[in-house]
C-alpha cells in the first residue's frame, strides 16, 4: 500500500523559508508531486518531481530523495496569501490514481 | 483549455435522502476522472475513479455509486445519505496521457447531511 507522512501544521512568518517534509513508503513510486489548498478552496498542483533533486518554479522549489524516501517543498519569501494546506501526493503502481498524504497546515504571522 | 465544472456548490440534504452530484470537463478528451471526499481539516480520500466510459473502480466500500454515461461526465449518487456523508466532494480530472497523473480539480460541493 501507499502512505505518506508530513507534519500537521507549520508557522513561519513573513518573508521566511519555511520547508514541508513529505516521507512515503510505497509498494512502488513514480514520482512525488505537491499541492496547494486554501481554507474552502479545491487543490491546486504545484510541482512533480519524478527524479531526484530540485525542481524550482518561482518561490516555490520541491525536491526528492528516492534514496531516503523523503521529498520536501520550500516556500521563499512567503506571503500572507501562502497561509494554506500543503498536500504531497504520490501516484499508486498499477492504477491511475494519486495517493495524498494528510496534509501540512502552514500559517503565515505578519 | 480545460475546464472542470461541479454542481452544486453547496448543499444540504436530510439524512435517508438521494443523492446526485455532477461533474463535467470541457476541453478535453477521455480524460481519468477521480470523486474525491475531504471531511474538515483532514486529507483527500479517494471515493472513485474512472479511466473510460462506463469503467469505474470503487476505493472506499460505502453507500456511494458512481458512474460516467458520458466521456467528460462523472455522476457521485447515493440512494440514502447518511449524517457521515457529510464533507467537501471534490471532482478531479487527469489527462489520460500523462503518466504522473497531475490532477485538476474542479470547485467542489459542500455537502451537510442532517
Known amino acids: 500500500g501507499q502512505s505518506l507522512e508530513q507534519p500537521s501544521e507549520v508557522t513561519a512568518v513573513e518573508g521566511a523559508i519555511v520547508q514541508i517534509n513529505c516521507t512515503y513508503q510505497t509498494s512502488g513510486f513514480y514520482g512525488l508531486s505537491w499541492y496547494q489548498q486554501h481554507d474552502g478552496g479545491a487543490p491546486t498542483f504545484l510541482s512533480y518531481n519524478g527524479l531526484d533533486g530540485l525542481e524550482e518554479t518561482g518561490r516555490f522549489s520541491s525536491f526528492l530523495s528516492r534514496s531516503d524516501s523523503y521529498g520536501y517543498l520550500l516556500l521563499q519569501e512567503l506571503q500572507m496569501k501562502d497561509s494554506a494546506s500543503y498536500f504531497c501526493a504520490d501516484r499508486d503502481p498499477g492504477r491511475r490514481a494519486l495517493t495524498f498524504g494528510s496534509g501540512t497546515r502552514l500559517q503565515v504571522q505578519p | 483549455s480545460q475546464t472542470i465544472h461541479q454542481w452544486p456548490a453547496t448543499l444540504v440534504q436530510p439524512v435517508g435522502s438521494p443523492l446526485s452530484l455532477e461533474c463535467t470537463v470541457e476541453g478535453t478528451s477521455n480524460p481519468n476522472l477521480y470523486w474525491y471526499r475531504q471531511a474538515a481539516g483532514r486529507g483527500l480520500q479517494l471515493l472513485f475513479y474512472s479511466v473510460g466510459i462506463g469503467q469505474i473502480s470503487s476505493e472506499v466500500p460505502q453507500n456511494l455509486s458512481a458512474s460516467r454515461p458520458q466521456d467528460r461526465q462523472f455522476i457521485l449518487s447515493s440512494k440514502k445519505l447518511l449524517l457521515s456523508d457529510s464533507g467537501f466532494y471534490l471532482c478531479?480530472?487527469?489527462?489520460?496521457?500523462?503518466?504522473?497523473?497531475?490532477?485538476?480539480f474542479g470547485p467542489g460541493t459542500r455537502l451537510t447531511v442532517l
Open positions: 478531479a480530472w487527469s489527462e489520460d496521457t500523462d503518466p504522473t497523473d497531475t490532477q485538476y
